[in-house]
Structure formats: C-alpha cells, structure tokens
C-alpha cells in the first residue's frame, strides 16, 4: 500500500524546519507517514496541488508565496481561512474536494500564551501571515490592532478588510507582531533591520513575537530583547500551527514537545524558545 504523505509547498522552501519537525511527531505516533518538502513556484501551483491526491498525499502546509493561492484553490473553507483570505493547510478529501484551512491564527495565540483582550496590538506586515496574525487578534478581543508596512497601500488594504486601524509609522502598543521577512535568511544586523521596520525610534512593548527564525537572534528579537520584552519567537510560533495542521490530518493530539525538540535540533539550538 502507498505510503501516505504530507508535505510544505512554498517557494523557496529549502530553510522550512517543517519536515523534521512533523516527521519527528509522526513517528512519535507511531504513524508511517511521510512530510516532505514541495519546492513549487507559482505558475504551477494549482495544476501542481490538483495533482498531489494522485501521488499520496492527504495534506499539505503552504508557505510564502501561496496562501491566498490556496485559499482561492479550495473548495471548502474554514471559518478563519474565508475571514482572513489566506491559508496555509490544506486538506485533500476522499471525495475529491480540497478544504483550506489557516492555522497560523490560532497557531499564533497559542504561542502566545496569554489573553490578548484589551490589549493594544500593532502587526508589521501586510502578506498571508499579517492577515492571519490581524484577524486573530481582533477575533481574540484586542482592544485595538494597528497594521504596519513598508509599502502603505498594502497595510491600508488589509487594515481597510480585517477592520484593523493603519498606521504610517509604528508606534507604541502591548504586544507586537513582526509578520514582515527582515531578518529571514539574511545576515542584516540587528540595527539595519530595526531600522527597516521603524523600530530604531521606539521603546519595545510588553511582548514581541517575531514569526521569523533562524540560527540566531533576529533583527526584532535582538530588539526586543534589548528592553526587557517577553519574547516569542518564530520557532514556537511555527510548532502551534504545526501542532494544528497535524491534529486535522491525523486526529490525534500533536506531540507538541518533541515536535519543539525537532525543531530546535535543526536549528542548531537547545532548549525552548527564550521568552
């Protein structure tokens, strides 16, 4: 019988810390599946997608740049993917339909770990993560959610979709959220990054989650760090949604520390995240 597989469509795709990461829950489970990564640009995305059932595959996590392309491919949404316009799961059914999914939204609160209501929140970012991490703090009873990017236009439109409030320079808030590439596969220093995002003029609020990791601390990290912020990195964030996307295709409760320990293994790093 075929093995089944899982898989992360982006493009690139090579630094996604994904496949081992699942790979290591499934066998915790003792599931002989297989998650593999799936190098693909855009102009085959759908055609490419369409055709993975035919070859084993029962789902697949979609990274930068598909997200809205795999909202618009599916034909079941969940609740968060319809809202948001973007999703990063998908789910081949056995009747032939295709079910989209967003869990970096909820992946995002988890990693968090505290109540996000009252607070004032502000996302730098204006892609399918921005939109994911906008939705789910309003749908979670932010006080106030403010959207920042370095094109203005993109951040009104999101802001203008999601019912979020846009900004033309970040300013103070409770909780930030860097949902912008600075920082990913790059050797920028931590002070040419700050000043990329607008950070360098002020003071890093009570929480700083950076949905970028690497092999070190990030531009935003670094900054947040700097002051005393309690820090949630790109890591935990992309085990909480991974932990989410494996609970759909299973039915199983995600074993979220080896899962973690995977992850950090292939970073070079121990421990968890530093908060």
Known sequence: MPRTLLGVAGFPVAHSRSPVMHNAALAELGMDWLYVPVPLP?????????????SGFKGLNVTVPHKAAAHRLADLRSRAAEAIGAANTLTFRPDGEIEAENTDAGGLL????????????????AGGSARAAVWALIDAGAAEVSVWNRTPGRAERLASDLGARHVTRPGRADLLVNCTSVGLGSSVDAADGQAALGLDGIDPPATVVDLVYGEGPTPVVAWGRSR?????????VLVRQGARSLELWTGLDAPIETMRSAA???????GPPRA
């Open 42 to 54: 855009p102009a085959g995305f759908d055609e490419t997608v369409r055709a993975l059932p035919g």
């Open 110 to 125: 988890d990693a968090l770990a505290q109540p996000v209501a009252g607070l004032r929140a502000l996302v730098l970012g």
């Open 228 to 236: 005393g912020s309690r820090v949630v990195e790109g890591l935990e």
């Open 264 to 270: 950090m293994g292939s970073s070079g790093r121990r």
